[in-house]
């Protein structure tokens, strides 16, 4: 019998810069000789919104490639769990000291990020290109979120995607997001059984940008508390609906999870110019624990 081999992980959470805040996130640093199989089961066992497994680059413009895995699957791109892994990197100095632009290597493709340095460094991701699909209706979606039709605002659901697929859900306030309960069987009645797993987003337009949450119960995550790589859809969506200005060099900031005890802030800068604007999503990370996993 081979004697056990010792893996070493973080925990962090990301989008806060409080502990006990923002969604925790256990990272890898090194993954290497851990099979697809075994990756999923560890994230089963700390049945976390998610895992990652660091593993050398394999293109050469990238410093690390990422695996990320939810207890049911494995993502092909995330948001806490880019910028979380990105944080560790920084701290075990797998990123070169003085380097605040670096690429991460994860199944949707490269994802630049870039650092602003400082006490506690606030890390962003560039979100991949944004794709919209098709249009739902407001009162099934209404029903779907255990709410009435007039609650909605008159925006029609839609989903979006930047790799994870999320159908948004515009309400008339932050007391109509936290009454909202996702019906799960009806949430595969109103996809249809051949369609890939979907994300369930809701939220109300503030003066600061939104105030949200966002349901994954397909993913094994009933609601999770910051949502990275759906918030620049979630930018994206409300400029095209008129639900915020979404001028140029302009700042968000979306507020989630805070119905589960877990608030995270997502900041949001859009930039660029009309067909060629860019939607780059940050946050704060707050080491937890480091401990060792022996398998």
């Not at 119905?259 to 930039?271: A, E, P, Q």
Request: charged share 20%.
């Amino acid at each position: 019998m081979k004697p056990p081999r010792s893996y070493r992980y973080w925990v962090v959470d990301v989008f806060t810069n409080q502990p006990l805040e923002g969604n925790p996130l256990a990272v890898f640093p090194d993954a290497s000789g851990l099979d697809d199989a075994m990756m999923q089961k560890i994230a089963r066992e700390l049945n976390l919104s998610e895992t990652t497994f660091v593993l050398p680059a394999r293109r050469p413009d990238c410093v690390a490639d990422v695996r990320i895995f939810t207890p049911a699957k494995e993502m092909v791109f995330a948001g806490h769990p880019t910028i979380g892994t990105s944080f560790v990197l920084l701290e075990e100095r797998m990123v070169p000291d003085g380097v605040d632009h670096f690429v991460l290597e994860e199944k949707v493709g490269p994802v630049p990020i870039r650092v602003e340095p400082g006490p506690r460094p606030l890390i962003w991701l560039a979100t991949p290109p944004i794709e919209y699909g098709r249009k739902y209706d407001p009162a099934a979606c209404a029903d779907l979120l255990s709410l009435g039709v007039s609650d909605l605002l008159d925006v029609a659901p839609q989903l979006v995607s930047a790799g994870n697929p999320t159908i948004f859900v515009a309400v008339k306030s932050k007391e109509i997001v936290d009454r909202a309960f996702l019906d799960v069987p009806g949430l595969k009645t109103l996809i249809g059984t051949d369609s890939e797993p979907l994300c369930v987003f809701v939220f109300v337009p503030t003066l600061e940008g939104a105030y949200s949450r966002m349901f994954a119960p397909l993913y094994g995550v009933s609601e999770d508390p910051a949502t990275g790589s759906s918030t620049g859809p979630l930018a994206s969506f409300m400029m095209r609906n008129g639900l915020t200005s979404g001028t140029a060099g302009r700042h968000l900031v979306s507020e989630q999870g805070t119905k589960m005890g877990r608030r995270s802030i997502l900041h949001v800068c859009i930039h660029g110019e009309n067909g060629t604007v860019g939607i780059d999503v940050g946050g704060y990370v707050t080491p937890l624990a480091e401990a060792t996993m022996r398998l």
